[in-house]
Structures are given as C-alpha cells and as structure tokens.
C-alpha cells in the first residue's frame, strides 16, 4: 500500500469517528463527509499509479452514478414535503382509534412496515413517531413503541427498492431487481419484524387514559387527492423503469412533475401561496443528500484506488462464507452508517463474481438495512427517533437491542429456510 492510499484509508477512519460521534462533537456529519470525500479524491488525484486522465475518467464515471441517486433522493424528498404540507399523512391518525398499548404497538407497527416498503424509512419514521406523540404520554411506552418503530421502518425498507436507500443503491446500482428482491426478501423482513415485536409485547401492557381526539384540519378531497397522487408516484417509480427502460430517478422525476403540476394547477390564482410546491421545495432540508454526495465521492475514491479489493481479498481469506459476510456487514451497520458500508461493499465485489440477484446481494440488502436496527446510532430512523424523542444510546440498548437482534437473527434464518 502506497502512501497516497494510506492517507486516504486513515482520512476516512477519522472521518468515521467524527461521523459517529457527531452529536457530542457537535459537528454536521454532511459537512465531515464533503471534507472527507475531497480530501480522499485529493490523495487519489497524487497516487502516482494513475495518470490525471485516468483519475478524470474515474471521477466522471462515479459522478455520474452518484447524481442519479442524489437526484432519486431529492425527488423523494419534495414528494414527501408535499404529502405533508397538505395534511394527508394525518389520515393515517384515524386508525388508531383504541385503548390497548399492544393494539397501537402492532397497529404503529404493521403501518410502519408497510408503508416504508412504499416511501423509506426515514419518512416513515417520521410520520408515525408523530403520530405516536399523539396517541402516548408514557415515557417508558414511547420509548417502546419508538423503537419499534424503528425496527419496522428499517425491515419494511429492505424489501422493495424504493424502501431504504441502502436498497436503491443496490437497485440502482444492477446487483438487485425490483421482483426478485420482493419475492425474495419480503418473508425474511416481514419474519424479522414479527418476532421482534413479540418481544416487545412483553413489555408494552395496560391502556391508555383515552383516546386520541383528532382535530379537524379540513381533511378535504385536495388533501386525500394529495395523498393519492404522492404516493401513487412513488409506488409507480419502479414500474416506471421497466416499462421505459429509464432509470429509477427518472420515474422520480416525473411523478414529482405530475405532483408539482397538480398543485400549481390548484393554486394558479395566486402568486405566492406557502402550499406550492415551489415554497414547499425551499425549505427541504439538504443535509441528508450532501452527506450521502460525501460518502459516495469517498467510498469511490478509495473503490478506484483499489483499497476496497485489497479489503475484499482480506474478507474472504478469513470468512469463506459469505453469509457471514453479509451478516457482519449488518451488525457493523449498527455501529456506522449503513450507506458507506454498502456503497463500500459494492466497490469491493464484482457482479462477474456476484451477478445480478445472487444471495450475496439479497443479504446484504436484509443485513444491512435490519441490522440498523440493533443500535439507535446505526441507522436514520434510530437517529430521528433520538432527536424527536430525545433517546438516549443507554435506554435503546437496555430496551430494543435483544428484540431488534432476535428479529435480525431471525430473518437471516428465514432466508435461507425458503431459499
């Protein structure tokens, strides 16, 4: 290993902690992870084993992969933003119309899992803890019902493309399909999330004092109209690409110009109304896409350097199995942030070895998206469910790890079972 990789495989360790430990340090994670990118790019650019042509090449070729994905994500994004705006996510509120903390436990659960199989799983945990703040008072409870929560949005996200972003870098990276992946990974996830959840049930009992009054917000035909049309164009994305033969971000694109056209079509008569999508658009928060801009532009630097071969050769002299692989590439996710790991993963295996839907793919589509789960620090949800519950690392671990862990076993199991 020369010294330009070197440096380049200690920038990204250090990066790696300051991604971690970014609440006590109290630095955006985005902003590591444009440095980092840089900076490995930098050292790539001065490894003598490389002409600065080569080098050129390289960086547009990743360039032009990691645009598709940003632009997926902000397209996704505004579609969500939107949905919101309009209130339409407030439906989902009245179906939780009990008294029993297990009923809204499963009832929270089975909504979740779903519907991150539809949006992801970030937005899906999003929705449903604010539903949740809604229907308990509990702190205990909460933090319970929040970590389920976690759990399904993160095996609801693994077995669609469109899911979990780990996933459609897979999709649109060609190591999965859109079928085979549903057909393949939907029992194990769904496996994974029920078993989780009977532990659970254990320690969520009694009623709660009454139920959720919901307020009347004009639930409208616009909002329900809204609704359908957000969330039709984000279920229709990956039939889009079979039909076209377009990539995935295109059908994004174009179900978030039907939607934009939609609403300005409503809002014609006025110039500067706060629910067009145009106002709505602005105020999207790009600190997820820019982190995710970093971790790309670094795991490329250091696929081209060919570090993450060498790691490869290494992974395999010592694990000859690559379901242990993939299954301590999903417990490692629990400790830093899935996206690198697989992006990482994709450097480090080529399709010729691994073609297109192989187990190897399959699982680590599961284990990487699953295995977020066993940490509240391992994955966007756990982070969300931090920050708008204020979770602590302590309280998740005493609470969600083994019933996350058991579920994540219990998936991996399952794979192999019906496979």
Request: hydrophobic share 50%.
């Amino acid at each position: 290993m020369d010294n330009p990789t070197t440096c380049m495989a200690i920038v990204f360790i250090i990066g790696y902690l300051f991604i971690i430990f970014e609440h006590p340090i109290g630095l955006n994670k985005a902003t590591t992870a444009l440095m980092m990118g840089v900076i490995c790019w930098i050292f790539q650019f001065a490894n003598a084993a490389f002409t600065p042509e080569e080098n050129m090449q390289y960086l547009g070729l990743h360039l032009s992969d990691i645009s598709q994905v940003i632009v997926f994500l902000l397209g996704a994004l505004i579609i969500v933003e939107i949905l919101n705006a309009h209130q339409g996510f407030d439906i989902l509120l009245r179906f939780f119309r009990t008294l029993s903390k297990r009923k809204i436990l499963w009832g929270i659960g089975l909504v979740t899992f779903f519907l991150s199989s539809i949006l992801d799983n970030l937005t899906a945990t999003i929705v449903m803890v604010s539903i949740l703040q809604k229907l308990i008072r509990d702190p205990k409870d909460r933090l319970l019902i929040g970590g389920g929560i976690v759990i399904a949005a993160n095996t609801g996200g693994v077995w669609t493309p469109i899911g979990d972003v780990t996933t459609t870098m897979l999709w649109i990276g060609g190591q999965i399909s859109t079928v085979q992946t549903i057909q393949t990974l939907f029992v194990p996830s769904f496996i994974s999330f029920i078993m989780s959840f009977l532990c659970l049930t254990f320690f969520v009992k009694g009623n709660i004092e009454q139920p959720p009054s919901i307020e009347n917000k004009q639930m409208t035909s616009l909002s329900l109209a809204v609704l359908i049309l957000g969330l039709g164009s984000l279920v229709l994305v990956p039939i889009f690409k079979v039909v076209t033969g377009l990539p995935p971000f295109m059908g994004m694109i174009f179900g978030l110009s039907l939607l934009w056209t939609f609403t300005d079509f409503i809002y014609r008569k006025e110039q500067d109304h706060p629910l067009k999508a145009v106002e709505i658009a602005s105020k999207i928060d790009l600190s997820g896409p820019l982190f995710f801009l970093g971790i790309l532009l670094t795991v490329n630097a250091l696929e081209t350097s060919h570090l993450l071969t060498s790691l490869a050769h290494w992974l395999d002299s010592y694990f000859h199995s690559t379901a242990i692989i993939a299954t301590l590439i999903g417990i490692a996710s629990s400790l830093v942030d899935n996206i690198p790991l697989v992006a990482a993963t994709m450097g480090m295996y080529d399709m010729a070895q691994y073609p297109m839907d192989s187990s190897f793919w399959q699982l680590i589509a599961y284990c990487a998206g699953t295995g977020g789960s066993l940490l509240i620090i391992g994955s966007a949800a756990g982070v969300i469910l931090m920050a708008m519950e204020r979770v602590s690392f302590s309280s998740y671990l005493k609470y969600i790890t083994i019933p996350a862990f058991i579920g994540y076993i219990s998936g991996i199991f399952t794979y192999f079972l019906i496979s």
